[in-house]
C-alpha cells in the first residue's frame, strides 16, 4: 500500500513598500529607471556613507501588522545581515533579527471545502532590498543594476501553517488585498513589488515532525507559484521514496521550463553573522503613534463586501469581483457617487472593464480612466443618446485615453438617431428591399427578424437604438 503524503508550507513573502524614496537614503523608488540612475553613495554602499531611516516606512511596518493582527514591538531595532553577493553593494543588507516590528499575528483563509483557516504570521520585519542581476543572454556574463537596492521591504514570515497550493494562493491573496487596501504597496508580482519564497517540506500523514524543507525563490505569479509547489511536492516525494534524502538548500524556478535547480545550500541564521547595526539608533513607537495608525486604517475588503450589499443591493457575485482590488472598489464608488446607478458601473467594470484588462495585458493597478468619463458614458447609454455597439466602442477609447464621451460622440458624429419619422422611412425601405425575410416572418420564421434589424443598423450607421428598430419592424409587420 502506497504511503499518503502532505505538504508543510511556510512563506517568506517581501513587499516593495510605496515610499517615494529609499528606506536609507533619498533614491527614488519609482519602478522602470534606466540602470544605475536611482542611486547614491548610501544605497550603493560608499565607505563613510552613513544611513537615515524612513519614517513612513515604520508606518506602513506598523499599519500591515495591526491590520495582520500582530503585536507590534514598540522597542524594535536594526540589525546587520553579512552575506556576499554581486547584486548585495554593501556586502551586508540592513535587516531586524532579534526584534522584529510585528509578532505573532494572524491572517483567516477561505479553504477549498468553504470553511475557514487561520494562517499564523510569525513576524513581519524591515529591511532593505539588494540590486538586481540582469544576465546577458548573448554573452556569458551578467550585469548589476542597482536601482532596486535599498527600495524599502516588509517581510512577512509566516507559520508553516499550509497544506496546499490552494492554501498558499488564498493566503498570499487575502495579504495582497490587505496591503493595497492600506495603499503601503502596489502589491505587482510581475514588477517584483511582492515576492514570495516557498518553504515546503513533505511527511507523511499523520506525522507530527517535519521533513527537511526547501526553499524555492524565484517566483513571480500566483501560476508560477502553484507550479513550483506541485513540482516542488513531487521531487521530494520520489526522493523519499528511493530511500535518498531531501536536502536543506535554495532552489531557483525556472517557470518557463517548469522546472528548478538548486542555487546553494539553505543558510541559517548563525551563517550571516548577525549583529546590532551600528550605525541606526533603536525604534520607539508610542503608543499616541499606534493609536494615529489605527485611526487611519481604511475600511477593509470584509467590511466592503457588507456595505455593498446594504447600500447598493448588488449580488454577491458582484461585490466579490468589484472589493478583490482596491482600485477597482475606488473606481466603482466614485462613478456611483455621480451617476447613482450602481448595477449599470458594476457591469461596466466586471465585463468591459475586465476585457480589456486582459486584451492589453495589464493589472487592474494600471487602470487609468477616470470615474467622471465612465459615469459620463452611462448617462449616455441611459438616455439613448448612443447605443450599446457605441458606447463600448466609445468606452474602449476612454480606457486607453480617458477621453470625454460626450465630446467624442458628438465630434465623431456618433449620437444615435431619435427622429421615429427618419428611423421608420430607414425601416419601410428595409422592409421594401428584402420581400423573402418578410415571407419568412409571415410564415413564422422569427429569426428572419433578425436580419432585418441588422439591415437597418447598417443604413443608419449604427446610429439607430436596436430597442426602437425592434419596435417599428413589429409595428410596421403587424407583429404587435
Sequence with gaps: MSKEYEMVIGLEVHVELATKTKIFCGCSTAFGGAPNT???????????SLPVLNKQVVEYATAVGLATNCTINQNCKFDRKNY????????YQISQL???ICVNGGVE????DGGKKTIGIHEIHMEEDAGKLVHD???DSSLVDFNRSGVPLIEIVSEPDMRSADEVIAYLEKLRQTIQYLGASDCKLNEGSMRADVNLSIREKGQTEFGTRTETKNLNSFKAIQRAIENEKNRQIDLIEAGEKVVQETRRWD???EYSYPMRSKEDAQDYRYFPEPDLVPILISDEWIEDIKSRQPEFREEKMVRYAEEFDLPEYDIDIITANKKLADIFEATVAICGNPKKVSNWLMVETMFLIKDRGMDVEDISFSPENLAKLIELTQSKAINGKVAK??????FDEDIDPEAY???NGLMAVNDEGELKAVIEKVIAANPKSVEDINAGKLKAMGFLVGQTMKEMKGKADPGSVNAILKELLGLE
Aim: proline share 12%; with cysteine.
Design 255 to 257: 517557470d518557463n521550463k
Design 98 to 100: 532579534y526584534y522584529p
Design 409 to 411: 460622440v458628438k465630434e
Design 137 to 139: 543572454e548573448w554573452g
Design 109 to 112: 483563509i477561505e479553504t477549498a
Design 38 to 48: 536611482h542611486t547614491c553613495p548610501v544605497c550603493t554602499g560608499m565607505p563613510g
Design 84 to 91: 556576499f553577493y554581486p547584486d548585495n553593494p554593501q556586502n
Design 393 to 398: 466602442e466609445v468606452f474602449a477609447r476612454i
